[in-house]
């Protein structure tokens, strides 16, 4: 254990912000050291209130699992979108990326996760059970399978359509291939693979 250099305060600061992703232990330090040099106005003291009111009031949404301050979420919410379009995400950050994107115009339904039997995680640990329950809900003619294109990813699709078969509900999932200003010499060759076999008419 090295010798502590600042307050027990500042330490503990120090702690937390090393647990979050992408700060390792030298960066939380530094993100600590410029949090407190600007205390006054401009950082720390609005961060610890915007923390504070964003701890008070964040919830899962009882809908699509997504994480909102209110219930139903903003996307739920939203009057505008296309309600028989359901795209099926692992993760909050997921959704975020396809709303980012401006991909789709439909609802969401974030799983919290994928199936993964050696890690212990089955059906009942994710949010699959209300997925089914939405679909056959009535109103529904596409669930897109917006699912990683991992080994979890891809047991999580197989199960969800098997789940769905015989709803007449159309299940999609995402293609798997050369990405956008992709040069063929530098992708994987498990990409390649998939682009070849999922290859469409010109
Ligand atoms: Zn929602």
């Not at 009057?79 to 997921?94: C, G, K, L, N, P």
């Not at 974030?110 to 089914?132: K, W």
């Not at 294109?149 to 078969?165: C, R």
């Amino acid at each position: 254990m090295t010798q502590s250099i600042a307050g027990p305060e500042i330490e503990r600061l120090i702690q937390l912000l090393a647990r979050l992703p992408g700060l390792g232990p030298r960066s939380a330090r530094r993100a600590a050291l410029h949090l407190v040099k600007k205390k006054d106005t401009t950082l720390l003291e609005p961060l610890a209130r915007v923390t504070a009111e964003a701890a008070a009031n964040v919830r899962l949404c009882s809908v699509c699992g997504n994480v909102d301050t209110r219930d139903p979420c903003s996307v739920c919410a939203d009057t505008r979108r296309d309600d028989t379009v359901i795209v099926v995400v692992e993760d909050v950050a997921d959704l975020w990326a396809l709303e980012r994107a401006g991909a789709t115009r439909g609802r969401y339904h974030v799983l919290g996760g994928s199936l993964s039997p050696l890690d212990g995680i089955g059906p009942d640990d994710l949010n699959i059970a209300t997925l089914i329950e939405r679909t056959r809900a009535g109103g529904v003619a596409e669930v897109i399978l917006a699912v990683n294109a991992t080994v979890e990813g891809q047991t999580t699709a197989h199960y969800i359509t098997d789940q769905l078969s015989g709803t007449g509900v159309k299940v999609t999932r995402l293609a798997h291939g050369v990405p956008v200003g992709g040069e063929l010499d530098y992708l994987d060759d498990g990409t390649l693979a998939a682009a070849m076999k999922s290859r469409t008419p010109f």
